[in-house]
């Protein structure tokens, strides 16, 4: 079994700083790309960054600039670094990994449970 758990949310004023946290746990054989995503009520999840296990990135337009994803391979996580939040960056946020769970099956998707950021005065 492969498990994300994420952590770190919770509700900052605007302005403020938030590091959003996911550690991968369980047997598996290896993690390629992670990244986050987020999703606003009555709209669909999207990507906000990802990094692959060299640790090149990618954000969405919407995250450039006040977000940084960074990862610790030994540690098997991934962070999201927030500054300057908005109300808008208000959002479940969820981590997800494409992971190999054994020597002889294809990598897939997995999704951690999301935590809640919450950007309001």
């Known amino acids: 079994q492969v498990h994300l758990v994420e952590s770190g949310g919770g509700l900052v004023q605007p302005g403020g700083s938030l590091r959003l946290s996911c550690a991968a746990s369980?047997?598996?054989?290896?993690?390629?790309?992670m990244g986050w995503y987020r999703q606003s009520p009555g709209k669909e999840r999207e990507l906000v960054a990802a990094?692959?296990?060299?640790?090149?990135?990618n954000y969405a337009d919407s995250a450039k600039g006040r977000f940084t994803i960074s990862r610790d391979n030994a540690k098997k996580s991934v962070y999201l670094q927030i500054n300057s939040l908005k109300p808008e960056d208000t959002a479940v946020y969820y981590c997800?990994?494409?992971?190999?769970?054994?020597?002889?099956?294809?990598?897939?998707?997995?999704w951690g449970q999301g935590t809640q950021v919450t950007v309001s005065s």
């Open positions: 997800n990994a494409d992971i190999q769970p054994t020597m002889i099956s294809w990598s897939r998707q997995y």
């Open positions: 369980g047997m598996f054989v290896s993690i390629n790309n």
């Open positions: 990094i692959t296990n060299a640790g090149s990135t």
